[in-house]
T-cell receptor, first 114, second 114 residues
Framework: DADVTQTPRNRITKTGKRIMLECSQT?????MYWYRQDPGLGLRLIYY???????NKGEISDGYSVSRQAQAKFSLSLESAIPNQTALYFC?????????????FGPGTRLLVL | AQSVTQLGSHVSVSEGALVLLRCNYS??????LFWYVQYPNQGLQLLLK??????LVKGINGFEAEFKKSETSFHLTKPSAHMSDAAEYFC????????????FGTGTKLQVIP
């Protein structure tokens, strides 16, 4: 079984709709992240969380919100989706101490906003 | 500020030929450098990372990269390309061990020609 799972894997929605992307992990890591990937732009950080009570904005948080329901679950919401939020979204976790810390990515959610 | 530049958004090599993917970084302090691979419909997977110490870093699947401070480069190489190496590769940099501070490059798609 995958260590980091994302649901749904694909989603089509309309402008103005609220949607939620979910992420679960079985690695026991405290740190979790949400990224978006756009062609030619690499990955950009949306939000990150170091534990259930510690949530921080990343580079591009406008238009997004998150919820850390438990150590294993980190959800990303688009309150009112717009077409330029069409992208590939990745959840990730990281664990380990110091230089041994390593990041693990989920398989991604492909979102299309019409 | 930190940044990475990946030279060439698409690279094609013949099966069995040398793979060379170029990455140059900009960082005001000693960087930590990463290479990730993304196979179709999958999340990113860490290939290798440089933190401190030996400048030639060996990773998974026969890849290696050399940190050259004088050239601000961290190019990824593999002596002999295999069809299974076809994927997108991302270089990334951070100034500390925290993944929330990682800056990703725009990616290089590697095509392997039979």
């Amino acid at each position: 079984d995958a260590d980091v799972t994302q649901t749904p894997r694909n989603r089509i929605t309309k402008t103005g709709k609220r949607i939620m992307l979910e992420c679960s992990q079985t690695k026991g890591h405290d740190r979790m992240y949400w990224y978006r990937q756009d062609p030619g732009l690499g990955l950009r950080l949306i939000y990150y969380s170091f534990d259930v009570k510690d949530i921080n904005k990343g580079e591009i948080s406008d238009g997004y919100s998150v919820s850390r329901q438990a150590q294993a679950k980190f959800s990303l919401s688009l309150e009112s989706a717009i077409p330029n939020q069409t992208a590939l979204y990745f959840c990730a976790t990281s664990g380990g101490q110091g230089l041994r810390e390593t990041q693990y990515f989920g398989p991604g959610t492909r979102l299309l906003v019409l | 500020a930190q940044s990475v530049t990946q030279l060439g958004s698409h690279v094609s090599v013949s099966e069995g030929a040398l793979v060379l993917l170029r990455c140059n970084y900009s960082s005001s302090v000693p960087p930590y450098l990463f290479w990730y691979v993304q196979y179709p419909n999958q999340g990113l997977q860490l290939l290798l990372k440089y933190t401190t110490g030996a400048t030639l870093v060996k990773g998974i699947n026969g890849f290696e990269a050399e940190f050259k401070k004088s050239e601000t480069s961290f190019h990824l190489t593999k002596p002999s390309a295999h069809m299974s190496d076809a994927a997108e590769y991302f270089c990334a940099v951070t100034r500390s061990g925290g993944y929330q501070k990682v800056t990703f490059g725009t990616g290089t798609k590697l095509q392997v020609i039979p």
